[in-house]
């Protein structure tokens, strides 16, 4: 049975800034700070899209199906995990028409590095860079994420049935 027409998720995720890892965010790491704790690489960019994506199909969240009590998952790739979930969507007659997110943090200073963040997670999406969209905000002070205490990313996708 092929799917029924476009359909739109949204996903959400936060994680604590993590002394000593690297801080990954779109599949890009960024040097000059402390990396977020979290199983896996702890990239929330890339975790909210793999939720939006998963809700988007009606197949839960990324817990379910890359579970941080499963040793299979520690220090995974996000990236990896978000090829898996379009490999899965693609299994079940979808395919990503665009995504939209929003990584919401004090520090530190994202702009430089969208291009690259929207490069990385277009290829793992299998989409032209202009079908996704990054784009940074802060806290204005507000908050644990105002105190810089960690990162937070939002998302929102668009699925279609493949052709």
């Given amino acids: ?3 029924a027409g476009d359909r739109v998720g949204q996903g959400s995720d936060a994680h604590r800034f993590g002394a000593g890892r690297p801080l990954v965010l779109g599949g890009v790491t960024i040097a000059g700070g402390d990396g977020l704790a979290g199983h896996s690489d702890a990239d929330v960019l890339t975790h909210a899209i793999i939720d939006a994506l998963l ?11 890359f579970p941080s009590d499963d040793p299979a998952w520690e220090g995974a790739d996000s990236l990896d995990l978000l090829r ?9 007659g979808y ?3 665009n995504v939209d997110a929003t990584v919401v943090a004090e520090r530190p200073r994202l702009r430089p590095h969208v291009a690259a963040m929207r490069a ?11 079908a996704v969209s990054v784009k940074a905000t ?14 937070q990313a ?6 279609r049935p493949r052709d």
């Fill in 84 to 92: 898996r979930t379009v490999a899965s969507l693609e299994q079940r």
């Fill in 55 to 65: 809700g988007a199909a009606g197949l839960g969240d990324i817990g379910t199906h």
């Fill in 154 to 159: 939002q998302a929102i996708a668009l699925i």
């Fill in 138 to 151: 802060t806290a204005d002070g507000m908050g644990a994420l105002g105190r810089a205490e960690g990162i």
């Fill in 120 to 130: 990385r997670l277009a290829a793992a999406l299998a989409v032209e860079p202009d």
């Fill in 1 to 3: 049975m092929s799917p």
């Fill in 95 to 97: 395919r990503v028409g």
